[in-house]
């Protein structure tokens, strides 16, 4: 009797397991879409450039009359818009701009953090942090635990990435996120390859196993709940012959990087994370399909090849194109086991166009997990010409995270989708590519 019962307990468990893990697939391999030209007005108040800009459409932003971009707002939307196309020396120029005219507190916190980000993106972190140093009093930053991390950082030398010419090949380890054995301090570990991520993460075992140091008070964070993180550095990661050095780090509670069924049984244990500003150094391709990652120097985007990118904030925004809707913005989030959209933007899908599916879908994500109710799509959404139908989204909560943010984030592009694909990231060159798997014989 008590073997029946546990082979009927693991039997629920697998069955769990399998239905939290393997999202339902949309049906992804119909290629070669092309979504129509939308025509748009000329931009003539800052309303508008303040929603071109939420849309991502940062070339007609530059376009707008140059009166509406000179005070601050303006200035600070021109130096966003630079920003997003890739051009950090403009950006720079015109926020320090904003910022010498701001009078308002927030404001000029606001643009403080917009050059704070894009001297992450600029330099390493070795000089991003010395940036900082020169500009704090002009920021006027108050002091918060992270700030150690920085003046550490300031004095400990530059985060450095040493690459072969050839390809990095690592073989997948998990599903159904991204997961490759790397090596932390020399010790071999797996690591998730986390595009939703804005710093790399580190279990608080493994850091104490590793004896690196906490350079700071406890600060909190938000996965699907709230985080108690702390900060360190590491001094070197190896994802194969490609090998980082002088890295910073969240150090997150076990717990918080535990995945559960119903919160009893451990579905995956993550040691760590490597979050964007170490991807976004490198070209990326997860190729879920072939079971491998593989790492690139950056090199030129082919002519044709790929859709362009939204980075901001060391956040990842790929256009999507959905049927009655035209152009949005999502977040794209390996660490995501399931794809979303915002309850604002569901809002904007004609009524024939959707279908309401309740609350019935389990989210998991840093911090915990969360029953998701969500829509059905059965008309199209299309990426980079790949046409997809049949497609069920969960509901994220708001379209900003702040209303102050100047990008709308529209939904969450998550690896129920994703994994369908050969997925390339390539950050300097702003453009990203879905490829399909070749047809077994």
């Not at 530059?62 to 021109?78: F, I, N, S, Y």
């Not at 050095?245 to 009893?264: M, R, S, Y």
Request: charged share 20%; aromatic share 6%.
């Amino acid at each position: 009797m008590t073997r029946l019962r546990w082979l009927v307990a693991l039997t629920l468990v697998l069955a769990l397991g399998c239905s939290l893990i393997r999202a339902p697939r949309p049906q992804c391999i119909i290629p070669n879409y092309s979504p129509e030209n939308v025509q748009t007005e000329p931009l003539a108040t800052q309303e508008d450039i303040f929603s071109a800009l939420a849309r991502g459409r940062a070339d007609e932003v530059l376009a707008a009359p140059p009166e509406l971009l000179k005070d601050v707002a303006g200035a600070r939307m021109r130096g966003a818009a630079l920003a997003m196309l890739g051009d950090y020396d403009a950006a720079e120029k015109a926020l320090l701009e904003a910022r010498t005219m701001s009078g308002d507190v927030n404001v000029s916190g606001q643009i403080c953090e917009d050059l704070v980000w894009i001297a992450l993106a600029k330099y390493n972190y070795g000089q991003a942090a010395r940036w900082h140093a020169e500009q704090i009093t002009l920021c006027d930053i108050k002091a918060n635990p992270l700030m150690h991390l920085w003046s550490r950082l300031a004095i400990s030398g530059d985060s450095i990435l040493t690459m072969p010419e050839t390809p990095v090949v690592l073989p997948v380890t998990g599903r159904p996120f991204p997961r490759a054995q790397i090596k932390v301090n020399d010790r071999k570990t797996n690591f998730i390859f986390d595009t939703g991520a804005g710093m790399t993460a580190i279990s608080a075992s493994l850091a104490k196993a590793l004896n690196l140091p906490v350079i700071s008070l406890p600060d909190t964070a938000h996965g699907l709940g709230k985080i108690t993180i702390r900060y360190t550095i590491i001094d070197k990661m190896e994802l194969g012959e490609a090998v980082f050095t002088n890295i910073p780090a969240v150090v997150i509670d076990d717990k918080d990087l535990t995945f559960t069924i119903l919160g009893i049984f451990k579905l995956i244990d993550v040691p760590g994370i490597i979050g964007m500003p170490l991807l976004a150094q490198m070209r990326v391709t997860m190729d879920m399909p072939a079971k491998q990652i593989i790492l690139e120097k950056p090199g030129r985007k082919a002519e044709g090849a790929g859709v362009d990118i939204i980075y901001w904030h060391s956040q990842l925004y790929a256009p999507v194109y959905l049927a009655e809707m035209g152009r949005l913005n999502l977040f794209v989030d390996t660490g995501a086991n399931r794809s979303s959209i915002s309850f604002d933007t569901a809002k904007l899908i004609p009524s024939n166009a959707k279908v309401d599916r309740g609350s019935r879908d389990l989210a998991q994500g840093a911090g915990g997990s969360m029953r998701m109710s969500g829509v059905y799509l059965p008309r199209l959404m299309a990426i980079d010409g790949m046409r997809m139908e049949g497609l069920g989204l969960d509901l994220e909560s708001r379209t900003r995270e702040h209303e102050d943010d100047l990008l709308n984030r529209d939904g969450t592009l998550g690896m129920d989708i994703l994994q369908c694909y050969r997925v390339t990231f390539d950050i300097p060159n702003r453009f990203m590519s879905l490829e399909l798997p070749p047809k077994k014989p």
